[in-house]
């Protein structure tokens, strides 16, 4: 994690709507005359996600960061842009806890502990936050005391939490089980360096849900790491994982749609065998907490339509900037829409996706792979 603090950077070590949409097709025939059994109604079910990346809503440790009207941390346009989902998903990279006692020794000038009041989880649920993932490096700044306050706290006021060691979250939206794992780069989470285990906890969801979502908390940070590579990528001498390799490999055990974060900076997008792949979402808040400087300010909503197999249908991208105190705000002039798109054509030049100065995602590969399963 870097922030930005006296003239320099300090490393930390650290959906969505979903709404059924119904295309009926109703064939006319002469049934009553021949005597025909009708045929049935074929329907079409999507589900549309929106996702944002990291959240760090002020701290009370080790100094006092908080605001004093926490309802301003999520301005009524950005708030507006969260809406109209069936399942709205985050990365809450702080705890909700009043546990005193940090797991980190934040007497050095490159470590910090975040710790937020618990009361903050109802904010959360009222913005409308379905699922969050608890899975990255800041879970236990306050040791197991601390994560479990959080865990409990979160799913108290409604928000279901993912990335507990060897968790799967089984959730139904209109009647399609759909299952979410949470990983990260540290032993207690279900860690992005061990593809095997974690492709046996993808086959374990698959058991029981008809699509499998993945958050992945991986990379390196800041402004260097905005290129993602097919390589193991480290932090500060932290093996921070391939998230490329990791990512297709979920895809490849039967993921459907994979969520980046921690990287601090929006990545490039691609969808790999018809499924999407973000690879950062970038910070999304950081009250007094984050550094907002260059791309670290860059954010944005990722909305992503699937259908019921799980293959990317359509999206779009909502342009967010963070204000110099981490607070998000509409961006009208599309900045991160740019910086998205431009990345993705560099780090995929073959990519079939296209996105528009709207901000929309469109995928040419989508159609042929509808009339394969047609066939």
Same mark, same amino acid.
Request: glycine share 8%.
């Given at each position: 994690?870097?922030?930005?603090?006296?003239?320099?950077?300090?490393?930390?070590?650290?959906?969505?709507?979903?709404?059924?949409?119904?295309?009926?097709?109703?064939?006319?025939?002469? !049934?009553?005359?021949? $005597?025909?059994?009708?045929?049935? *109604?074929?329907?079409?079910?999507?589900?549309?996600?929106?996702?944002?990346?990291?959240?760090?809503?002020?701290? $009370?440790?080790?100094?006092?960061?908080?605001?004093?009207? %926490?309802?301003?941390?999520?301005?009524?346009?950005?708030?507006?842009?969260?809406?109209?989902?069936?399942?709205?998903?985050?990365?809450? @990279?702080?705890?909700?806890?009043?546990? %005193?006692? =940090?797991? *980190?020794?934040?007497?050095?000038?490159?470590?910090?502990?975040?710790?937020?009041?618990?009361?903050? /989880?109802?904010?959360?649920?009222? #913005?409308?936050?379905?699922?969050?993932?608890?899975?990255?490096?800041?879970?236990?700044?306050?040791?197991?005391?601390?994560? +479990?306050?959080?865990?409990?706290?979160? $799913?108290? /006021?409604?928000?279901?939490?993912?990335?507990?060691?060897?968790?799967?979250?089984?959730? *139904?939206?209109?009647?399609?089980?759909?299952?979410?794992?949470?990983?990260?780069?540290?032993?207690?989470?279900?860690?992005?360096?061990?593809?095997?285990?974690?492709?046996?906890?993808?086959?374990?969801?698959?058991?029981?849900?008809?699509?499998?979502?993945?958050?992945?908390?991986?990379?390196?940070?800041?402004?260097?790491?905005?290129?993602?590579?097919?390589? =193991?990528?480290?932090?500060?001498?932290?093996?921070?994982?391939?998230?490329?390799?990791?990512?297709?490999?979920? #895809?490849?055990?039967?993921?459907?749609?994979? &969520?980046?974060?921690?990287?601090?900076?929006?990545?490039?997008?691609? #969808?790999?065998?018809?499924?999407?792949?973000?690879?950062?979402?970038?910070?999304? &808040?950081?009250?007094? =907490?984050?550094?907002?400087? /260059?791309?670290?300010?860059? !954010?944005?909503?990722?909305?992503?339509?699937?259908?019921?197999?799980?293959?990317?249908?359509?999206? *779009?991208?909502?342009?967010?900037?963070?204000?110099? =105190?981490?607070?998000?705000?509409?961006?009208?002039?599309?900045?991160?829409?740019?910086?998205?798109? +431009?990345?993705?054509?560099? !780090?995929? %030049?073959?990519?079939?996706?296209?996105?528009?100065?709207?901000? @929309?995602?469109?995928? +040419?590969?989508?159609?042929?792979?509808?009339?394969?399963?047609?066939?």
């Amino acid at each position: 994690m870097t922030f930005f603090k006296q003239n320099y950077f300090i490393h930390l070590t650290g959906l969505a709507v979903i709404s059924l949409l119904t295309s009926s097709f109703t064939v006319s025939n002469s !049934s009553n005359i021949n $005597n025909k059994k009708p045929l049935e *109604k074929v329907e079409d079910k999507y589900i549309t996600i929106k996702a944002v990346g990291d959240i760090v809503a002020g701290t $009370n440790f080790p100094d006092y960061r908080l605001p004093r009207n %926490p309802n301003q941390l999520f301005p009524k346009p950005v708030r507006d842009k969260l809406k109209n989902s069936d399942i709205l998903f985050g990365n809450y @990279e702080s705890t909700l806890t009043n546990h %005193p006692y =940090t797991t *980190k020794d934040t007497t050095k000038g490159a470590v910090f502990a975040f710790r937020s009041p618990p009361e903050y /989880a109802s904010l959360f649920s009222q #913005v409308g936050f379905d699922v969050m993932s608890v899975a990255n490096n800041h879970a236990m700044d306050f040791g197991k005391k601390g994560f +479990s306050d959080t865990v409990n706290n979160l $799913n108290a /006021a409604g928000v279901k939490t993912v990335g507990a060691k060897n968790q799967i979250l089984y959730t *139904k939206v209109k009647n399609i089980p759909v299952a979410w794992i949470g990983f990260c780069f540290y032993e207690y989470c279900n860690t992005v360096q061990d593809i095997q285990k974690a492709k046996a906890l993808v086959n374990q969801a698959r058991q029981k849900a008809k699509i499998v979502i993945i958050s992945m908390h991986v990379g390196a940070e800041g402004s260097d790491a905005l290129q993602v590579r097919n390589a =193991t990528e480290y932090f500060y001498g932290e093996n921070r994982g391939n998230s490329i390799l990791f990512a297709r490999s979920m #895809v490849d055990a039967g993921a459907d749609l994979i &969520l980046g974060h921690g990287p601090h900076v929006p990545r490039a997008m691609e #969808v790999y065998k018809g499924k999407l792949i973000a690879y950062s979402l970038g910070n999304f &808040l950081g009250y007094k =907490t984050f550094s907002t400087t /260059a791309e670290k300010g860059d !954010s944005l909503v990722l909305e992503a339509k699937i259908n019921q197999d799980g293959d990317f249908v359509s999206g *779009k991208i909502d342009s967010i900037r963070l204000d110099k =105190t981490g607070i998000p705000q509409v961006d009208k002039y599309g900045q991160t829409i740019d910086l998205v798109r +431009s990345l993705t054509k560099r !780090s995929f %030049p073959n990519t079939k996706i296209s996105i528009s100065q709207k901000g @929309e995602i469109s995928f +040419s590969g989508q159609d042929v792979a509808r009339k394969k399963k047609l066939n």
